[in-house]
């Protein structure tokens, strides 16, 4: 059993930060890629940045010079800076990681999401 934990959502101001993480745990045996995705109504979800095990990163570019994703490997552990946020940043964030199981298996498994939410 795999479980990848989003926390750090909320309400902030446009011009604002917001600091997102997600936790992966459980029979794991290695992450090739974790990312963020947003999801706004009426929309289809899309990228907003990724980090391979190689240590590349991906970004939208409606957030690039804005958001910065890192990744903790020792706690299978990635995070969104979102600086400068405007109002259409807001939506709900969803975690994901492309991993291997202990039993060898490839998955890619999606956190709950989490809101964020930029007032104007």
């Known amino acids: 059993q795999v479980q990848l934990v989003e926390s750090g959502g909320g309400l902030v101001q446009a011009g604002g930060s917001l600091r997102l993480s997600c936790a992966a745990s459980?029979?794991?045996?290695?992450?090739?890629?974790m990312g963020w995705y947003r999801q706004a109504p009426g929309k289809q979800r899309e990228l907003v940045a990724l980090?391979?095990?190689?240590?590349?990163?991906n970004y939208a570019d409606s957030v690039k010079g804005r958001f910065t994703i890192s990744r903790d490997n020792a706690n299978n552990t990635v995070s969104l800076q979102m600086n400068s946020l405007e109002p259409e940043d807001t939506a709900i964030y969803y975690c994901?990681?492309?991993?291997?199981?202990?039993?060898?298996?490839?998955?890619?498994?999606w956190g709950q999401g989490t809101q964020v939410t930029v007032s104007s």
């Open positions: 459980g029979s794991i045996f290695s992450i090739n890629v």
């Open positions: 994901k990681a492309d991993l291997i199981t202990t039993s060898k298996l490839f998955i890619r498994y």
């Open positions: 980090t391979t095990s190689g240590g590349s990163t």
